[in-house]
């Protein structure tokens, strides 16, 4: 099957513009996920997504990022305006269920810079 | 809040050398599991343990999960240069999947 594709794979940016990123999850996964990823250290859940509905928003900074899943398949996730902080891996994941035991497949990610 | 430690932060090992590392918590999960990254590239899943006491083996990897599920190790008997990445465990809260910090593993030939 094919895995979780995520576009761009870097991309840099100054500080206050606007940046988004694509994922497209493994077919007929309903659970997405986007977590950030700082150099050295875990990925950090923002946002899951059921379908196309939130399910945990709760780490989202929403006054600066954004994300949204229509018709429930592919996810952009958009930062505007970014900051220096927001330097990291972004990565999307899916699995089938949301379920503690579903692992999730993980797309290789897209490295932002902002400078 | 449920966190997950890990450690050592950092590993670096000789070919042939065991090791081993660790993912604690104060809070019970229950499960955990484990992954592993490579540069540029996503975590990919190695294990999920789910019982208490747990052991599952894989090649020269062997995961444990702690009696109380609060902790979990990994042992890599003999490691090899493609051992090399960094290791994750991971646990559920709620409905999605907390990340420890990791451990980076470096392994020269």
């Known amino acids: 099957e094919a895995g979780v594709a995520q576009s761009p794979r870097y991309k840099i940016i100054e500080k206050r513009q606007s940046v988004a990123f694509w994922c497209n999850p493994i077919s007929g996964h309903a659970t997405l996920y986007w977590y950030q990823q700082i150099l050295g250290q875990g990925p950090k859940l923002l946002i899951q997504f059921q379908n196309n509905g939130v399910v945990d928003d709760s780490q989202l900074p929403k006054d600066r990022f954004s994300a949204e899943r229509l018709k429930g398949v592919d996810s952009t996730l958009k930062i505007q305006p970014a900051k220096l902080e927001d330097s990291a891996v972004y990565l999307c994941a899916s699995s089938p269920l949301r379920a503690a035991l579903s692992p999730l497949h993980f797309g290789n990610g897209t490295r932002l810079t902002v400078t | ?109």
């Open chain 2, 1 to 109: 809040t449920q966190l997950l430690e890990q450690s050592p932060q950092f590993l670096s090992i000789q070919e042939g050398e065991n090791l081993t590392v660790y993912c604690n918590s104060s809070s019970v999960f229950s499960s955990l599991q484990w992954y592993r990254q490579e540069p540029g590239e996503g975590p990919v899943l190695l294990v999920t343990v789910v019982t208490g006491g747990e052991v599952k083996k894989l090649k020269r990897l062997t995961f444990q999960f702690g009696d109380a599920r609060k902790d979990s190790s990994l042992h890599i008997t003999a490691a090899q240069p493609g051992d090399t990445g960094l290791y994750l465990c991971a646990g559920p809260a709620g409905t999605a999947l907390i990340f420890g910090k990791g451990t980076t593993l470096s392994v020269s030939s």
